[in-house]
T-cell receptor
Framework: DVKVTQSSRYLVKRTGEKVFLECVQD?????MFWYRQDPGLGLRLIYFSYDVKMKEKGDIPEGYSVSREKKERFSLILESASTNQTSMYLC??????????????FGEGSRLTVL | DAKTTQPPSMDCAEGRAANLPCNHSTISGNEYVYWYRQIHSQGPQYIIH???NNETNEMASLIITEDRKSSTLILPHATLRDTAVYYCIAWYSSNTGKLIFGQGTTLQVKP
């Protein structure tokens, strides 16, 4: 089974702190994604990456950055956390450009609270 | 990407078939219909997808109308564990997995 592992299920941080959310997948997938999920707004794409050191902005990249130094790992960085970044963060991965590239495998999510 | 419309909620009796509808009247010829579900406090899980033909796998069946303007996800024998939010997504293969999730349908399976 494909496994997408997010480093923390629950985090509590203070305003202004730098926050790292880590995601690792074990199926050699090329594509990796970070979404956030908020009540009433559904899932919104923050950033995605289709290769090592490559990244593309999603729909809501402001206040976030990402890093993909290795194929299996995709990190989401909040440079200076703010209360409006309190959310559920979901990482996903998929194969690239062959057959079922719309089939995303999601991690269990990281619930971040910024105080 | 075509927009999809789903009812906000549905109930189903345990053991009965759950039929979840989705309208995608603006879908283009090269957009697939994907279904995901999200059980409470977990990440979304892929269920099934199709382009024109009906599809079936171990989890569900997908029926797409001939004009492709709507589809139905069928869970043949719903269990309590199928209680979840179900998302219908129209997706174009060049989007590299940039799925746009709407509000979905909350399915409540009742004993």
């Amino acid at each position: 089974d494909v496994k997408v592992t997010q480093s923390s299920r629950y985090l509590v941080k203070r305003t202004g702190e730098k926050v790292f959310l880590e995601c690792v997948q074990d199926m050699d997938h090329e594509n990796m994604f970070w979404y956030r999920q908020d009540p009433g707004l559904g899932l919104r794409l923050i950033y995605f990456s289709y290769d090592v050191k490559m990244k593309e902005k999603g729909d809501i990249p402001e206040g976030y950055s990402v890093s993909r130094e290795k194929k299996e790992r995709f990190s989401l960085i909040l440079e200076s956390a703010s209360t409006n970044q309190t959310s559920m963060y979901l990482c996903a991965s998929s194969l690239a450009r062959a057959g079922n590239t719309g089939e995303l495998f999601f991690g269990e999510g990281s619930r971040l609270t910024v105080l | 990407d075509a927009k999809t419309t789903q009812p906000p909620s549905m109930d189903c009796a345990e053991g009965r078939a759950a039929n979840l509808p989705c309208n995608h009247s603006t879908i283009s010829g090269n957009e697939y219909v994907y279904w995901y579900r999200q059980i409470h406090s977990q990440g979304p899980q892929y269920i099934i997808h199709g382009l024109k033909n009906n599809e079936t796998n171990e989890m569900a069946s997908l029926i797409i109308t001939e004009d492709r303007k709507s589809s139905t996800l069928i869970l043949p024998h719903a269990t309590l564990r199928d209680t979840a939010v179900y998302y219908c997504i129209a997706w174009y293969s060049s989007n590299t997995g940039k799925l746009i999730f709407g509000q979905g349908t909350t399915l409540q399976v009742k004993p």
